[in-house]
């Protein structure tokens, strides 16, 4: 019912700045909790960020809170994801996924899209 297709994923040195981009498909998409996920080689999905379906509420990750911003604009079906500060341990592939419930757990979204590659080099 929900197709994301990530996007703005690539390589960006320590210290720099990428924004990451999901582009969404469906009728309802202002309807969802957005959120973000990464995978870094040899390591579990973790949670990254969320924002509620109006974007009134966000939650992050201890380990990107203050470097990361979420943020979704409905009238274009689009959520982003603005990295700054970025750390080589911000390494992985990125996903988006929509979720009925705002919340953390990756077990609660619904819709998952491709994912996009983010290496910060040292």
């Known amino acids: 019912q929900v197709q994301l297709v990530e996007s703005g994923g690539g390589l960006v040195q320590a210290g720099g700045s990428l924004r990451l981009s999901c582009a969404a498909s469906g009728r309802t998409f202002s309807s969802y909790a957005m959120g973000w996920f990464r995978q870094g080689p040899g390591k579990e999905r973790d949670f990254v960020a969320a924002i509620n379906w109006s974007g009134g509420s966000t939650s992050y990750a201890d380990s990107v809170k203050g470097r990361l911003t979420i943020s979704r604009d409905n009238a274009k079906n689009r959520v982003y994801l603005q990295m700054n500060s970025l750390k080589p341990e911000d390494t992985g592939v990125y996903y988006c996924?929509?979720?009925?419930?705002?919340?953390?757990?990756?077990?609660?979204?619904?819709?998952w899209g491709q994912g996009t590659q983010v290496t910060v080099s040292s």
């Open positions: 996924a929509a979720a009925m419930l705002f919340g953390s757990s990756e077990g609660t979204y619904r819709y």
